[in-house]
């Protein structure tokens, strides 16, 4: 081959690997994480696997929260962002389970694949999917710890619920309704909180899931129930506010039991302590992951119709087993922990 027939062959050969190294560039799927809020540490480490999902796939991850718990016009620029942006799809924890149907309806016109994760949607079928916590499972075994630890005094409760927010989304009413039926409270309508005619049942008090909020609550439950012995809340957060707040009067003394869900580490450890008596973890890391296989991927992983989401799992953590009520050590609770 002579000189020119070289040049012109490696001249040939530099435009088609720039040629399919730009086809690949084009090709790089985006992908969107939308979570509640950017501080708690279960969207922490729901933002950590969707990253190292997101590198492992060699896709591009555009995160965004809302600004605080409850945000839906946050989250809703999120989504427009997201389309503007071109993305294949998007993960999200919805603030306001029905308020953000009409956005996902917009994205899912626009093409873009929808998984919705922790926090249902109402409905639940206005997302391509939802991997999620049973959170009315997790309610359910915390409740039945709770009763199956107070023994023949659990008919006389005096129960403190320490809920989410007064729109009541999907996790917020799931959770709270599951404790119920697990403590053995006649649930009324078993969408909704609030209704329930059962006199152990005190008051809802509302934390939004935040520590600071959660004390607070837990102040202004005292005053209507000085004879507290059980307390429901939300997360774990919560939990270590409505310590704070019992401790203050000294109710730090054994005579309440505080149950919760989520399984972060410093629930784990509250757990240890005996601030918590029990919790349900649920494994964040684990839906993020999930869903950007899913989205990227394009393909879906088989969900029973009749539950209508992917369960990610739950495990009840305590120190203090209950017969019957199926549960794994702290030690073990501390080495699948986050946050």
Not at 83 to 106: L, N, R, Y
Not at 224 to 239: G, H, L
Request: hydrophobic share 40%; net charge negative.
């Amino acid at each position: 081959m002579g000189r020119l027939g070289f040049l012109k062959t490696t001249l040939a050969c530099a435009i088609a690997v720039a040629g399919f190294a730009g086809s690949a560039f084009a090709q790089e799927v985006t992908v969107g994480l939308i979570t509640k809020t950017e501080t708690n540490p279960f969207f922490v480490k729901m933002r950590e696997g969707a990253e190292a999902k997101a590198k492992e796939l060699g896709a591009k991850l555009i995160s965004c929260a809302g600004k605080f718990d409850g945000d839906n016009d946050g989250q809703v620029a999120c989504i427009e962002n997201l389309i503007s942006a071109g993305a294949k799809g998007f993960a999200i924890v919805p603030s306001d389970s029905k308020a953000i149907v009409p956005t996902i309806q917009k994205a899912r016109d626009a093409g873009l694949k929808v998984i919705v994760l922790d926090t249902p949607l109402d409905p639940m079928d206005a997302a391509d999917a939802t991997f999620a916590t049973d959170n009315r499972k997790a309610g359910e075994l915390i409740g039945k710890w709770a009763a199956g630890t107070l023994g023949d005094k659990a008919k006389d409760a005096s129960i403190v619920f320490l809920d989410l927010a007064t729109n009541q989304p999907t996790v917020d009413y799931l959770r709270d309704q599951g404790f119920m039926a697990g403590f053995g409270i006649d649930v009324k309508d078993p969408n909704k909180y609030g209704d329930e005619d059962d006199p152990r049942i005190c008051t809802h008090e509302i934390s939004q899931g935040d520590q600071e909020k959660g004390r607070t609550a837990m102040e202004n439950a005292l005053q209507k129930c000085p004879n507290v012995n059980v307390v429901y809340t939300i997360n774990e957060p919560a939990a270590a506010g409505a310590w704070e707040a019992l401790k203050a009067v000294g109710k730090d003394d054994g005579s309440v039991l505080i149950v919760s869900i989520d399984g972060g580490c410093p629930g784990v450890a509250n757990v240890e302590s005996g601030v918590i008596g029990a919790t349900s973890q649920q494994y964040p890391l684990k839906m993020a992951a999930m869903a950007l296989d899913a989205i990227v991927s394009g393909t879906l992983p088989a969900i029973d119709p009749e539950v209508g989401f992917l369960d990610t799992g739950a495990s009840l953590i305590t120190a203090k087993p209950v017969d019957g009520v199926p549960s794994i050590s702290v030690e073990e609770g501390k080495s699948l922990c986050w946050g």
